[in-house]
């Protein structure tokens, strides 16, 4: 156990859906990354946020967005599914903000039927 | 754009083999680099590469960076089946503010 805790697991739901990914990041990390991998692009990064505020933005869909609660929990919110967010989610976290101790959770695999 | 270019993507070798992957990069201003190991979900962190730390080794596992040829290595010496995953590149500009840019990772299946 990384310490980095994802839910759900699995997610399986429609086109047009909205889904709501849930990262509780290691206790004392105070930075959480959002990470899409899919077959065909790899690990893309989504989103960072620290300390409750966004802190840079990668390739995240304008359909996509994130937050940070002042526990650090973090939720990444996708709308309007296409079959092309099917793709594994990973939320990881970091104690400054950057590599330094950078932790993977286990992830969410979202399929879009 | 940062950049991140693995090779090969796929390796398939025997139990007791040597094997040598690769990561080419461009990155602005440059930070780190480092090495994931991926199995069947998260990727685990196996090494951090930097100005002032190019060469790194744990076990049978070692990394080197190149910062003239903008490169890397992972070595695995003496190689097991539980060796076979996804073997993750990335990179890190200054400033680490902008997550990590990863390489699409070289698959390496290892026969008994």
């Known amino acids: 156990d990384s310490g980095v805790t994802q839910t759900p697991k699995h997610l399986i739901t429609a086109t047009g859906q909205r889904v709501t990914l849930r990262c509780s990041p290691r206790s004392g990390d105070l930075s959480v990354y959002w990470y899409q991998q899919s077959l065909d692009q790899g690990l893309q990064f989504l989103i960072q946020?620290?300390?409750?505020?966004?802190?840079a933005k990668g390739n995240i869909l304008e359909r996509f967005s994130a937050q940070q609660f002042p526990d650090l929990h973090s939720e990444l919110n996708l709308s309007s599914l296409e079959l092309g967010d099917s793709a594994l989610y990973f939320c990881?976290?970091?104690?400054?903000?950057?590599?330094?101790?950078?932790?993977f959770g286990s992830g969410t695999r979202l399929t879009v039927v | 754009e940062d950049k991140v270019v693995q090779s090969p993507l796929s390796l398939v070798v025997h139990e007791g083999d040597t094997v040598t992957l690769n990561c080419s990069y461009e990155v602005t201003n440059f930070r780190s680099l480092l090495w994931y190991k991926q199995e069947k979900k998260a990727p685990t962190f196996l090494f951090m590469l930097t100005s002032s730390g190019i060469e790194k080794k744990s076990g049978r596992l070692s990394s080197i960076l190149d910062k003239k040829e903008l490169s890397s290595i992972l070595n695995i010496t003496a190689t097991q089946t539980g060796d076979s995953a996804i073997y993750l590149c990335a990179v890190e500009a200054r400033g680490g503010a902008d997550g990590l840019t990863f390489g699409k990772g070289t698959h390496l299946i290892i026969q008994p």
């Open positions: 946020y620290y300390n409750g505020e966004e802190r």
């Open positions: 990881a976290s970091s104690v400054r903000g950057d590599s330094y101790g950078y932790t």
